[in-house]
Structure formats: structure tokens, C-alpha cells
T-cell receptor, first 112, second 110 residues
Framework: GENVEQHPSTLSVQEGDSAVIKCTYS??????FPWYKQELGKRPQLIID?????GEKKDQRIAVTLNKTAKHFSLHITETQPEDSAVYFC???????????FGPGTRLSVLP | DADVTQTPRNRITKTGKRIMLECSQT?????MYWYRQDPGLGLRLIYY???????NKGEISDGYSVSRQAQAKFSLSLESAIPNQTALYFC?????????FGPGTRLTVL
């Protein structure tokens, strides 16, 4: 089955700097890769996703890149703000609408 | 976001007790899921259901059972709770490309 690894497990950046979180997956059949953000004490919520026919997707300060050959995808946050502090989970699935396999999460802290 | 609700929100129980966690959704989705969250382990799938007559085991189903009472309701049971089932439990409901999570139930087994 699918296995998703995520690095780093914790990340601290200064406000205004960029943050990058990387995930690798094992199943070459996976073709949908969502990212979820979980603020302290809150539920995970989808922030961005990418499908295997796309190499990069942007939404304001957030972008996701995908390298299918290497089986890895990354979340990029530019101009970080305190409200970006949260745990971020990547996930992979072989088919949109099917079960996700989540990575272990990255705790991002944006320092003032 | 009251579209997905979970009860109770917090529960402390003792080893050997039977516990039921309940989930309801008003989003009209057929798909429902139960996850367990532990620090450093992410969200692990316990059980999932694609419709009322469909129940499937996830990655870590041992020690758990579920019931899909209706399209909108999906319950998770721990028949005989043990301390290593102490965790944060999330119910979720799924659309085509997104899962909507409930607020979570923090369960402590002493």
C-alpha cells in the first residue's frame, strides 16, 4: 500500500521568510495530493491540492510542486505570517475521491 | 463549522469499558471516515464507509468497530478500551476531492 513520509517534523521560520515542507510517496499509482492545515485545537482543513497532470499550483502565498518521477511533492509558503503557525499534513491517494494516506505532519512555527 | 459534529468532545474512561463515539454530518455526503491522531503519527484511518451498506477496515481497525446507522451518522466503538487507545479521534465526511473533518473527540483511557 501507499506510504507517505514528510519532512521536517518541526520547522521554525522568522516572520516574512519562506517555509518549505516536503513529502515523498511510495505508490506510483497515486495521482492526487492534498495538503491540510491544522491549527492548534482545531480540525484539519484543506488548503491546497495538486493532481498528477500538473507540476505546480499556486494560491496566493501558498504553492505546491509535484515531481512524479521522483515521487515527491512540496508545500511552499512565502512571506510567512503568525497565522501560518500550525501542523501541516500532506496526503496521497491513487484516485481522487478514494482514501487518503496522510503523512505524519510538520509543525510550523512562525516567529515574530 | 457545524456541518460535521462529534459527541462527546472529551471523554475519560477506564480500561475495559465500552465506549461509543458518535458522528453526524449535514453535508449530504455518502462517504464517512474515522481517523485517529497521535503526536508524530499523523492521521491514521480506522474505518471508512462509502454508503450505508458499506463498511471497510482501515489501517488500524483492531480493537475498534463501527456502525453506519444512516447516511448522516457513523459511530465508532471501542468494545474494551485500553490505555494505548488514548488519542484524538476525528470523524470526516468526503466529497469528490476533499474531506471535511469534525471537531475531534479527545479520549483518555486510564
Amino acid at each position: 500500500g501507499e506510504n507517505v513520509e514528510q519532512h521536517p517534523s518541526t520547522l521554525s521560520v522568522q516572520e516574512g521568510d519562506s517555509a518549505v515542507i516536503k513529502c515523498t510517496y511510495s505508490d506510483s499509482a497515486s495521482n492526487y495530493f492534498p495538503w491540510y492545515k491544522q491549527e492548534l485545537g482545531k480540525r484539519p482543513q484543506l488548503i491546497i491540492d495538486i493532481r498528477s497532470n500538473v507540476g505546480e499550483k499556486k494560491d496566493q502565498r501558498i504553492a505546491v510542486t509535484l515531481n512524479k518521477t521522483a515521487k515527491h511533492f512540496s508545500l511552499h509558503i512565502t512571506e510567512t505570517q503568525p497565522e501560518d503557525s500550525a501542523v501541516y499534513f500532506c496526503a496521497a491517494t491513487p484516485l481522487v475521491g478514494q482514501n487518503f494516506v496522510f503523512g505524519p505532519g510538520t509543525r510550523l512555527s512562525v516567529l515574530p | 463549522d457545524a456541518d460535521v459534529t462529534q459527541t462527546p468532545r472529551n471523554r475519560i474512561t477506564k480500561t475495559g469499558k465500552r465506549i461509543m463515539l458518535e458522528c453526524s454530518q449535514t453535508k449530504g455526503h455518502d462517504r464517512m471516515y474515522w481517523y485517529r491522531q497521535d503526536p508524530g503519527l499523523g492521521l491514521r484511518l480506522i474505518y471508512y464507509s462509502f454508503d450505508v451498506k458499506d463498511i471497510n477496515k482501515g489501517e488500524i481497525s483492531d480493537g475498534y468497530s463501527v456502525s453506519r446507522q444512516a447516511q448522516a451518522k457513523f459511530s465508532l466503538s471501542l468494545e474494551s478500551a485500553i490505555p494505548n487507545q488514548t488519542a484524538l479521534y476525528f470523524c470526516a465526511t468526503g466529497s469528490y476531492n476533499e474531506q471535511f473533518f469534525g471537531p475531534g473527540t479527545r479520549l483518555t483511557v486510564l
